[in-house]
């Protein structure tokens, strides 16, 4: 040591490691400074609201955010479920009416739509905040910025326009796309959702005295929207689809054929997964409150658990009838499950969320056949995941609720008023509630819904013509298909194919047929 000290070399580096471990311990230090007087500094009475809320909203408001992002990222992987389960020759647009419906959503939402559902009005519709003029700082208690529960909330109501295009595809005309989509996202979505996730919709208030049936003695609940998005996106979807009938050439089951088979498993999968990923911002990010941080962890548990056993059963059910691993149905599966347990995710236990989405993922391909036999062409499974698996999920509450959990708060949950279903001896007075919730919602939706769609296919723009869908709705509607170097060495010229663009330019008709045919078995 003493010969190391003698050399300069050696003591400039001494130097320079007691610098940098002094400086080190000096920022430490200084952020040990920072952070107790930011968290722990004692506040005198006339200002504890103040840091409460310096400390509570800022957190709370990132915590919205960032699910609101997860959210919004589902749209990414309800653009590849839909274009991965449609034929080739529908894949553009699917990606046109997803881009588009949530760009749509997005205005609407702010002009009205927000304030429809989520304002102070009445039991049925709220009435302020429009264009998002005048309002307050936070929303309600929450402690979470306006702007910020704002997006999470848009992010929703996009989710459900997303649902009911999904249906749809292979047949719906831009033009009628656009104009359903102003009265899904303008108008049912946020008009129904205010019943019960308004501040004072008649099913958010119903049991108490003075407002809707006091006699139930319990308020209907839907912590993340197994109804209020899913049910409602499903119905509408069931209703499109019966009104525009089923795509040319789509022969049923009864009559001998069998589905129309997706052009690209993988992107579908794939959307799937994402879809799954997206839902750990839809369920937990629902508390808008990271200070429950018990309740984020169950809501986050209960939300896998149930996407497991479902997709696991509906693989299973879906071997029983066919003999075959389906991977479509091991898809509409988990998502099955995802829907279902949206509602009761912060009542259930694990044990309770297992049993609910095996049953989801029982009940999709149930409602698959169902539709079958029904003839319904529905491409994706859009009504039996979301509006058959809302209903089971909303109903599941009423008999998996396990009378611990109550409500989730900006500070603290609160499990004064735990829930209880009745399976853990709670009897049946959530049950008649859940249902009583669920059918009126389900219905009015679905009447609505039949309406819209029965009032823009009057004004012939719903439905493409029969040309234009034998041509071709991509090309048709959008002049391309998306995949243009595929379909023409589908076309298998020995002598090679020419340019698209000169293809469609000199012989529309010879391409029309040959597209239509190389296409066909997709």
């Not at 000096?26 to 004692?42: D, K, R």
């Not at 997706?262 to 879809?275: K, V, Y």
């Not at 075959?324 to 998502?335: A, E, I, M, Q, S």
């Not at 243009?484 to 020419?498: C, F, H, K, N, T």
């Amino acid at each position: 040591m003493a010969t190391r000290l003698r050399d300069p070399e050696w003591r400039r580096y001494g130097a320079t490691v007691a610098a940098g471990k002094a400086i080190g311990i000096s920022v430490v230090m200084l952020a040990m400074v920072v952070i107790t007087g930011l968290f722990f500094t004692t506040a005198l009475a006339s200002d504890t609201a103040v840091k409460a809320a310096d400390i509570v909203n800022p957190i709370n408001t990132v915590w919205t955010l960032i699910a609101a992002f997860l959210v919004f990222g589902m749209q990414v992987g309800f653009t590849m479920l839909e274009a991965g389960f449609c034929r080739s020759r529908e894949t553009v647009n699917v990606l046109m009416e997803c881009i588009v419906d949530t760009c749509l959503c997005g205005l609407l939402f702010y002009a009205f739509g927000f304030a429809f559902m989520f304002s102070h009005g009445n039991g049925f519709i709220g009435y302020h905040w429009f264009f998002l003029k005048d309002v307050p700082a936070t929303y309600e208690t929450t402690g979470v910025a306006f702007l910020a529960f704002w997006l999470f909330q848009f992010a929703f109501a996009d989710t459900c326009s997303t649902i009911t295009s999904g249906a749809m595809i292979g047949r719906t005309g831009f033009v009628g796309d656009l104009i359903y989509s102003v009265g899904v996202s303008g108008f049912i979505y946020p008009i129904v959702g205010h019943w019960a996730w308004g501040p004072d919709g008649f099913l958010a208030t119903m049991g108490s005295s003075g407002y809707f049936l006091p006699s139930v003695g319990i308020s209907f609940h839907d912590f993340a929207g197994s109804t209020v998005v899913h049910t409602i996106g499903g119905f509408i979807a069931l209703a499109g689809s019966i009104v525009l009938g089923p795509r040319l050439g789509r022969k049923f089951k009864r009559d001998g054929g069998a589905p129309m088979l997706p052009h690209d498993l993988t992107i579908a999968a794939s959307g799937g997964l994402l879809l799954w990923f997206g839902w750990y911002g839809f369920n937990p990010g629902s508390t808008l409150s990271a200070m429950d941080f018990e309740g984020i962890g169950r809501v986050a548990t209960n939300t896998t658990l149930a996407a497991c056993a479902a997709g696991l059963t509906a693989m299973a059910y879906g071997y029983f009838l066919s003999k075959k691993w389906d991977v479509g149905f091991t898809v509409n599966g988990f998502l099955a499950g995802l829907v279902a347990v949206t509602c009761p995710c912060y009542w259930v236990s694990p044990t309770g969320a297992i049993m609910l989405g095996g049953v989801a993922g029982v009940v999709v391909i149930l409602g698959v056949e169902a539709l079958e036999w029904l003839r319904i062409d529905d491409p994706i499974g859009a009504v039996p995941v979301h509006g058959l698996c809302g209903i089971w999920g909303t109903l599941s509450l009423g008999l998996f609720a396990c009378g611990k959990y109550g409500s989730t708060g900006p500070l603290a949950p609160d499990n004064s008023a735990a829930l209880k279903g009745l399976f853990y001896g709670g009897g049946f007075q959530l049950l008649t509630a859940q249902a009583i919730g669920s059918a009126i919602i389900t219905f009015a939706t679905f009447g609505v819904a039949l309406a819209l769609m029965y009032a823009v296919n009057a004004t012939g723009t719903l439905r493409v013509s029969e040309e234009g869908e034998l041509y071709g709705i991509d090309l048709h509607e959008h002049g391309i298909p998306a995949y243009p170097e595929y379909v023409i060495s589908a076309l298998a010229s020995p002598s090679g194919a020419p340019p698209q663009h000169h293809a469609v330019e000199k012989h529309p008709v010879k391409l029309t047929e040959a597209v239509a045919g190389a296409t066909a078995h997709k």
